[in-house]
């Protein structure tokens, strides 16, 4: 039952540019996250937003949720080669126990 | 920080046996285990959640009877793909959740092929 939808599906940057991708999803959340994953590897945790906050921020990443329009932004600040991954939001539903639904995922290439 | 582990990473089998998957915390209690399934270039689709002592619960179109789990203990969690098939080939990834805490921590993924 994946709720949510992330676009770009892929995005190609130089090193040094930013990348942005957005998350949209469809019901009530407690949080939304956001993972990376290398090819074939399992997820990274990088940063969660609660559903009473706006945006957050964590080194090079810049997260905004804007409740109202059910959808969420990552930015990627000055990206290198070693950010080349896929990206996913994952949402908590309100009251569906705590489970992940996870975004279709942007995937991300940064060329040196 | 807390970590999960998943056996075996990789498994190749044939068409018709079964396949058991663990996920284990290691440093922590996990009162629920969550499982994943990752077709490739795919997002992750959660299969079932499983509570410790009880049973778990899966997502709509997932089979049960296909699907074993077991969560015997608040550190492991088993997967059993019962007489797998190609079309179950594919990367099976556990989390797990101590408490109410908003944060899962993922395992590494078992690749499963089924020749």
């Known amino acids: 039952s994946q709720q949510g939808e992330e676009d770009p599906q892929a995005l190609s940057i130089q090193e040094g540019e930013n990348a942005t991708m957005n998350c949209s999803y469809k019901?009530?959340?407690?949080?939304l996250q956001w993972y990376r994953q290398n090819s074939g590897r399992g997820l990274v945790h990088l940063i969660l937003i609660r559903s009473n906050e706006r945006e957050k921020h964590s080194g090079r990443l810049r997260v905004t949720l804007d409740t109202s329009k059910k959808s969420s932004s990552l930015l990627i600040t000055a990206s290198r080669a070693a950010d080349t991954a896929s990206y996913f939001c994952?949402?908590?539903?309100?009251?569906?126990?705590?489970?992940?639904?996870f975004g279709q995922g942007t995937e991300l290439s940064v060329k040196p | 920080g807390a970590v999960v582990s998943q056996h075996p990473s990789r498994v190749i089998c044939k068409s018709g046996t079964s396949v058991k998957i663990e996920c284990r915390s290691l440093d922590f209690q996990a009162t629920t285990m969550f499982w994943y399934r990752q077709f490739p270039k795919q997002s992750l689709m959660l299969m079932a959640t499983s509570n410790e002592g009880s049973k778990a619960t899966y997502e709509q179109g997932v089979e049960k009877d296909k699907f074993l789990i077991n969560h015997a203990s608040l550190t492991l969690s088993t997967l059993t793909v019962t007489s797998a098939h190609p079309e179950d080939s594919s990367f099976y990834i556990c989390?797990?959740?101590?408490?109410?805490?908003?944060?899962?921590?993922f395992g590494p993924g078992t690749r499963l092929t089924v020749l």
């Open positions: 019901t009530s959340i407690n949080n």
């Open positions: 989390s797990a959740r101590s408490g109410s805490t908003d944060t899962q921590y």
């Open positions: 994952a949402t908590v539903p309100y009251n569906q126990g705590g489970k992940l639904i």
